[in-house]
């Protein structure tokens, strides 16, 4: 596992077309600071402009997801976000491949906003999710509140936000929250194996998926569809189209280009 560039709070790992993402401040219960955040924001970047990755996966060292935002960092007057960018470095960025939360411990404020911008998660049993910026005169502004209601039923994200109590994983998987509980210990590599089932699909049709996720869910139908057409109007003319016909025809894996 490498580091990235500058410091070893965040771990990069390269395997099989997957990045997996690390924030290694454990003693911190790795707590986001100004430094996490631009790390992360570059490992975001890498994995988007590196052809050979297709997914990646984001994870906290230590059985800890993440406390959230370094209190003691921002008492001095530093701030865990990235210009246009987000807490973190991306939680207002637009992420273009598949981005797997592996949670294991807490996911705590940012910590917690930060999994609810990955698009898959994966949990240990006994994770926990809390937004408890209302106990201390705050609101979740950095995903929270909007993606929040947008993955669960209203009354229950009202809960969560409301009260800043936690949700726990059975709970967030009763939901539809999140996609795989993992005995604890193993979400990550649960969330890899995942990871393996994603990549394995062609990289353009992946991207097509998450442009249209990401931008046709508060349009009526018809502007829906016609924004969804947009987006994919060129895949079925594509090499990873045809390719991906002719490997069902021979029965044999693809191997796709992006292009």
Do not use: Y
């Not at 402009?49 to 984001?58: I, M, Q, R, T």
């Not at 039923?153 to 509980?181: C, D, I, M, S, Y």
């Not at 995942?194 to 990549?199: E, K, L, P, S």
């Not at 994919?232 to 292009?259: I, Y």
């Amino acid at each position: 596992m490498s580091t990235a560039p500058g410091t070893d709070l965040v771990l990069q790992e390269r395997r099989d077309g997957v990045l997996t993402v690390t924030i290694n401040r454990p003693a911190q219960k790795n707590a986001v600071n100004h430094t996490v955040a631009v790390q992360l924001a570059a490992a975001m970047d890498l994995l988007d402009a590196d052809p050979e990755l297709s997914v990646g996966v984001l994870t906290g060292a230590g059985g800890v997801f993440s406390a959230g935002m370094d209190l003691k960092a921002f008492a001095k007057g530093e701030l865990p976000v990235i210009a246009g960018r987000g807490f973190g470095g991306f939680t207002r960025a637009e992420v273009r491949k598949p981005l797997i939360a592996a949670v294991e411990g807490w996911a705590l404020g940012g910590g917690f906003e930060m999994v609810l911008a990955c698009d898959l998660i994966v949990a240990a049993e006994d994770a926990r999710f809390g937004l408890p910026e209302v106990t201390r005169g705050l609101v979740a502004t950095e995903g929270g509140l909007i993606r929040l209601p947008r993955s669960l039923p209203q009354h229950v994200a009202a809960r969560v936000l409301l009260t800043g109590e936690p949700l726990t994983a059975a709970e967030a998987k009763q939901f539809g929250l999140v996609n795989e509980l993992a005995p604890p210990g193993t979400a990550l590599d649960a969330a890899r194996e995942m990871a393996g089932r994603v990549a394995r699909n062609a990289p353009l049709a992946l991207g097509a998926v998450k442009d249209v996720l990401r931008g046709t869910q508060t349009l009526s139908l018809s502007d829906a569809f016609a924004r969804q057409d947009e987006l994919t109007g060129g895949l079925a003319t594509s090499e990873d189209a045809r390719e991906g016909v002719l490997a069902f025809a021979e029965k044999r894996a693809p191997v796709w280009r992006g292009r």
